[in-house]
């Protein structure tokens, strides 16, 4: 029972009925199998109780997701889409059981179209192998979450994944042409389409964006490519503090007139895990905070100089050193340390958790004095990182092993979401609300605008079966 809604249960003859429309290898009810698929990055000790589906399916086609979810809708069963598991949000979660839908079979790229600058994918494929594949055409793909080499497309659109790119490119959202998608009751849709202009009709492309699987279930889509830069540099500045690296992003389009591709921040106990959890040294591992900065040009000539001028300018504002890494296994060095925070988080610490936060970039520096005088109010540590340059940070705030843990991390979100409220900022810039979030809406949107999201979600899925628990509280 969800508020209002009451879900069926999957019998035996449910089983056997899907194992006739879409295989029996691809229906699954393995107790192993189900508790590793009934959850996603987010620890089981951020939730009250285990949750768990009653079965897998693992479609191989539009006509398969099709078929399980008019099965679904005429038992009012709910379904929760999956990924690769990789979402910190909780959106993975089956918080009513049911059945989660893997789309790990569904892994082909169906064109490349270089006459209109697309690419076609099935959800299930691997974010890095679009990248790698435009990439073998000279072409680009400008979603880049760090996440790309594990996490699958129609998650990343899902959730609106922004990742390294978004000061110059925008995030997934925005190299987003169009998808094909089964409504709640099997109905099979196409919104957009190649081309780069439409005003027929709502823009239900971008709404699908970022709504978490909640409308809809993406299993095609159309992305949009652009020609690939010739050149590109990543910089890696270490400086004394992390006031001085973040007082220094503003200063690299202001002073230096330039857009980068990329602007990462990674703050002292960040480089000190990493190197911890790599165990190895990594570039400015002893700084007080360090800045990558990567830069594209098609003139190779030119982007020395950008990179040159970039360099000097942030010596100019404090860094102490500056490495300069021009070829991949240089590049892969820097950024392996930034990728592999997360990671070395979860590796270190059992007790935390992980925020998504974005406030306007001119107040980064507020938002990190913010997180590390609650931190220290309540006895907490704070690792922060993140895409400084849009003003999206990702900090983790630790608990010690203590009885109480869970009640001093829950003191330390609420105290920094009212402060955060103030400053003009919000709960989630890419990784989504999902389960771990939701109860959280009512401090940034107003009841009016939780309402509209109801009704626009009960438009799409009337009986609520799809991914049910996510995004608002219905009451439960």
Request: contains cysteine.
């Amino acid at each position: 029972m969800s508020g209002i809604f009451s879900y069926g249960k999957i019998t035996d003859e449910i089983i056997d009925e899907l194992k006739g429309k879409i295989g029996t290898n691809n229906v699954c009810a393995d107790e192993e199998k189900l508790e590793s698929y009934s959850r996603d990055e987010v620890p089981q000790s951020a939730y009250d109780r285990e949750y768990r589906a009653a079965l897998l399916v693992f479609p191989e086609s539009t006509e398969h997701v099709s078929e399980v979810m008019k099965t679904a809708s005429r038992e009012r069963i709910p379904v929760t889409p999956r990924g690769a598991g990789t979402g910190l949000s909780g959106g993975a979660l089956p918080a009513f059981g049911g059945i989660v839908m893997s789309f790990e079979k569904m892994n082909r790229i169906l064109e490349l179209d270089e006459a209109n600058l697309t690419i076609t994918t099935e959800p299930g494929v691997v974010t890095a192998e679009i990248s790698r594949m435009a990439a073998r055409h000279g072409l680009l793909y400008a979603g880049d979450p760090c996440s790309g080499d594990a996490s699958f497309i129609g998650g990343n659109i899902a959730e609106n994944a922004g990742g390294n790119k978004v000061i110059k490119y925008g995030a997934t959202g925005a190299q987003l042409l169009a998808l094909e998608v089964v409504l709640a009751d099997g109905s099979v849709c196409w919104f957009g389409g190649k081309r780069r202009k439409d005003v027929t009709g709502l823009d239900f492309v971008h709404l699908m964006a970022g709504s978490e699987g909640v409308l809809a279930i993406i299993t095609k889509a159309i992305l949009r490519l652009m020609p690939a830069p010739r050149h590109s540099v990543d910089l890696l500045a270490a400086f004394p503090d992390a006031e001085s690296a973040v007082a220094f992003v503003p200063q690299i389009i202001k002073e230096g007139g330039l857009i980068p591709a990329s602007v990462e921040f990674i703050d002292r106990k960040a480089l000190r895990l990493v190197a911890s959890y790599l165990n190895t040294e990594i570039p400015a591992g002893d700084a007080g905070a360090a800045l990558i900065i990567q830069l594209e040009e098609n003139d190779a000539e030119l982007l020395e100089r950008e990179f040159e001028e970039i360099g000097k300018l942030s010596q100019s504002h404090g860094a102490y050193e500056v490495y300069v890494a021009d070829t991949r296994g240089a590049k892969e060095r820097i950024w392996q340390a930034r990728k592999n925070v997360p990671e070395a988080v979860s590796a270190i610490y059992k007790r935390y958790t992980k925020e998504d936060l974005v406030v306007p970039t001119a107040d980064v520096p507020a938002l990190l004095e913010l997180l590390n005088d609650t931190a220290r109010s309540e006895g907490l540590e704070c690792v922060a990182y993140g895409h400084v340059g849009d003003g999206n940070m990702h900090c983790t705030i630790i608990s010690p092993e203590c009885g109480d843990w869970h009640e001093r991390l829950r003191a330390a979100q609420l105290r920094i979401y009212e402060k955060l409220v103030g400053m003009g900022g919000t709960l989630s810039g890419e990784h989504g609300i999902g389960y771990k979030r939701r109860e959280y809406m009512k401090y940034f949107l107003d009841e009016a605008q939780l309402e509209l999201i109801r009704r626009v979600k009960l438009a799409f899925d009337p009986q609520n079966i799809l991914n049910p628990g996510k995004l608002v509280e219905w009451g439960e």
